[in-house]
Every structure is written in structure tokens, then in C-alpha cells.
């Protein structure tokens, strides 16, 4: 945590960081070389991970079960991003609401813990999955990068400036180790990889500077609501499927935020990276 910077790390903390580091390692790769190919891999990763995410989300709101709703809801998810992954994207868009209709439905006759938040999860992946797949096409792998770039940075100087300086906490109640220096620290190397993007695209370099921030911001409070469903239900992490990270949820909970962020901006024609 952020307030015992300065101490030596425990072997513990210490093999923690290294499973992270290794993991990272590992995961970047393969989420690169599928947005710099493209087509099918981006398709086939993309669904793929809503998929393995739909299940630790109907895991987490079923306290550890994975019941009937779950499974309807990795059903409805990855039937929906599938079509996105077609090409067919509001169609995608209207099986995921119709789905979470029909999850909170059967949640609701079976008298699940969670009907409310297993609805709203079929939208919380498959929207953000269907925008990724929908920008590719629209904007080309460049935006994706871009995307992937400040989220990864967010992270990064979140991390190294909340650990070096400490200071307040951004919302203790909910994850005690973010604080606000550490999000300023997300913040100026988000706008970093907004000011590199504009040099290498030609796009205009205010905006996107201010945009990349500003996206930091996002992806950190998408960071927070997942964390702040984990401890309603009293999970540490989403699963235990990547070491020293949790869950594939864990991963991209900040990244599914900005993701569909961006779409909406892009719909309503407000970045632009040409």
C-alpha cells in the first residue's frame, strides 16, 4: 500500500510484485499482436475474454456459485459480442439489453443474492467489448493502441506515485491503496501518451493531452466500481486465473470503462485521432 512506501517490501509483497510483473509480461504481448493483426485474432481474443469475464462476474454475484442466471449471462455476453465481432454491433447492443432483461428476470424467480448486479454486468462487459470491436473498424488499430497505452500508463504512474509519495486516500472504504497522489501520477502519464500519440498522428495535441487525462480519470473510477462490487461480496479478486493480478476482470476493469468512453465520444464525433 501506498502508506508504507519507503519500508523494505516483504518477501510476500515482493513475490506478489514479481507474479504481476511476470504476468504483464506475458499478457501484453498477446493483447498487442491481436489489435496490430487484427482481424480475426482481435475478434476471437475479444470474445474469448468477454467470455472468461462473464464468468467470474456471475461468479462474484453469486458469492462464489455460478448459478442458472450466470449462465444465462455468459450466454446473453458472449452472444452479443459475437455480433459485434460480425459487424453487427447494434444488434449486439439490443441482445444485451434484451439479455439483462431476461437475466434479472430468472434471477429475480429464483431468488438469487445479486439479480440487480448480474443484470447489469451482461451490459457492463458487453457493451465496452462491442465499442473495442466497433472502434477497430471505425478508427483502425492505431486508436487501440492509443487506448491500450494510456490505460496501461494510468496504471503504471498510479502505482509508482501513490507507493512513492502516499498522502490521501481516493476512497478508503473502498480500495484503501489508491490515493490521490497516485492518481495525479495516473493522470500526467496518461496525458504523456496523449502528448506522444498527437506527435505521431498529426491530431491536434491540446485536446488529445487533455483527453488522455482526462481518460485516466475514468479508467480509475472503473477501477473503483469493480473493486466496490468485490467487497460487497466480500472477494478479494474476480478469480485466482492470472498470478499476482486475480482475475481477468481485475485486469480490465479500468480498461472496459475508457473503452466505451471513447465510443461514445467517437459517436458524438468529439476525438479523433487524424
Known amino acids: 500500500m501506498a502508506g508504507n512506501a519507503g519500508m523494505a517490501p516483504s518477501p510476500a509483497r515482493a513475490s506478489g510484485l514479481k507474479a504481476r510483473i ?56 458472449v452472444l452479443a459480442v459475437l455480433l459485434g465481432a460480425a459487424g453487427r454491433s447494434g444488434m449486439g447492443l439490443a441482445v444485451g439489453v434484451v439479455g439483462a432483461g431476461l437475466v434479472l428476470g430468472v434471477s429475480l424467480s429464483r431468488r438469487e443474492p445479486a439479480p440487480n448486479a448480474t443484470a447489469i454486468g451482461v451490459l457492463w462487459l458487453a457493451v465496452p467489448c462491442i465499442s473495442l470491436l466497433w472502434l477497430a ?17 494510468t496504471d503504471i504512474g498510479a502505482y509508482t506515485v501513490g507507493r512513492t509519495l502516499g498522502g490521501p486516500k481516493l476512497a478508503p472504504r473502498i480500495s484503501p491503496g489508491k490515493t490521490w497522489s497516485g492518481l495525479a501520477g495516473g493522470m500526467v502519464c496518461a496525458a504523456a501518451v496523449g502528448l506522444a500519440t498527437a506527435r505521431l498522428t498529426g491530431a491536434p495535441l491540446g485536446p488529445l493531452v487533455l483527453l488522455s487525462a482526462a481518460l485516466a480519470v475514468v479508467g480509475q473510477a472503473g477501477d473503483l466500481a469493480e473493486s466496490s462490487l468485490k467487497r460487497r461480496f466480500g472477494a478479494k479478486d474476480a478469480s485466482g486465473l492470472i498470478p499476482g493480478h486475480g482475475g481477468v476482470l481485475d485486469r480490465l476493469d479500468s480498461l472496459l470503462a475508457v473503452v466505451t468512453t471513447v465510443a461514445v465520444l467517437r459517436l458524438a464525433g468529439a476525438v479523433s485521432l487524424r
Open 22 to 77: 511476470l504476468s504483464a509480461l506475458l499478457m501484453a504481448p498477446v493483447a498487442l499482436a491481436a489489435v496490430w493483426f487484427g482481424s480475426p485474432w482481435l475478434e476471437v481474443l475479444t470474445v474469448a475474454v468477454a467470455a472468461v469475464m462473464a464468468w467470474e462476474w456471475g461468479r462474484l454475484c453469486g458469492s462464489g456459485s455460478f448459478g442458472p442466471s450466470g449462465k444465462l449471462a455468459l450466454v446473453v455476453v
Open 137 to 153: 473498424r471505425d478508427m483502425g488499430s492505431g486508436a487501440l493502441l492509443w487506448i491500450l497505452a494510456v490505460v496501461w500508463a
